[in-house]
T-cell receptor
Framework: GQQLNQSPQSMFIQEGEDVSMNCTSS?????WLWYKQDPGEGPVLLIALYKAGELTSNGRLTAQFGITRKDSFLNISASIPSDVGIYFCAGSSSGSARQLTFGSGTQLTVLP | EAQVTQNPRYLITVTGKKLTVTCSQNMNHEYMSWYRQDPGLGLRQIYY???????DKGDVPEGYKVSRKEKRNFPLILESPSPNQTSLYFCASTYLSSGGAGDTQYFGPGTRLTVL
């Protein structure tokens, strides 16, 4: 099946720093989604991208759909303690949120 | 409040003892799916359902069954659980917009299953 490589696997940053994580795929995706998972909960959608080259923001979060359609990145600016969690990218070859392939996740720790 | 509920949240069982994890959504969504989450592997789709009585295999369907007799419920059945099915399971319900852009997926809180 399709595979997504997500990096880094984990990050330890100081409060206030910016964070960047990315996902790459060996095949083309038509949809890229970014999720956050808090401990003991299911993933929650942060940003959805449906068009190559698209750059979308949600508060301090910005995500881009790579123009090759094989990659995406997520930036978090001015991190705060509640940003702690696991961030997942997900892609779909359909133009929708069906049949998603997930990355392995980036565990983010924000140090005070 | 829009919700996806799963039961039980935690389950410890033994090899071969049939079990069912229930999933219910109150949003009248047509599309529902089951994922398992394992360390270092992210979430992998087990089965999905496009509508009542319409189900199909995801990426890792072996050892699992599902049914969709009503729109709101999508139970996951393990007929003969084995230790390699020890995992964290998530049910998801998806609002499908026309065209796809605008789809929104809601995940349940998860079921942690241990098979001894």
């Amino acid at each position: 099946g399709q595979q997504l490589n997500q990096s880094p696997q984990s990050m330890f940053i100081q409060e206030g720093e910016d964070v960047s994580m990315n996902c790459t795929s060996s095949s083309i995706f038509n949809t890229w989604l970014w999720y956050k998972q808090d401990p003991g909960e299911g993933p929650v959608l942060l940003i959805a991208l449906y068009k190559a080259g698209e750059l979308t923001s949600n508060g301090r979060l910005t995500a881009q759909f790579g123009i090759t359609r094989k990659d995406s990145f997520l930036n978090i600016s001015a991190s705060i303690p509640s940003d702690v969690g696991i961030y997942f990218c997900a892609g779909s070859s359909s133009g929708s949120a069906r049949q998603l392939t997930f990355g392995s996740g980036t565990q983010l720790t924000v140090l005070p | 409040e829009a919700q996806v509920t799963q039961n039980p949240r935690y389950l410890i069982t033994v090899t071969g003892k049939k079990l069912t994890v229930t999933c219910s959504q109150n949003m009248n969504h047509e599309y529902m799916s089951w994922y398992r989450q394992d360390p270092g592997l992210g979430l992998r789709q087990i089965y999905y359902s496009m509508n009542v009585e319409v189900t199909d295999k995801g990426d890792v369907p072996e050892g699992y069954k599902v049914s969709r007799k009503e729109k709101r419920n999508f139970p996951l059945i393990l007929e003969s659980p084995s230790p390699n099915q020890t995992s964290l399971y998530f049910c998801a319900s998806t609002y499908l917009s026309s065209g796809g852009a605008g789809d929104t997926q809601y995940f349940g809180p998860g079921t942690r299953l241990t098979v001894l």
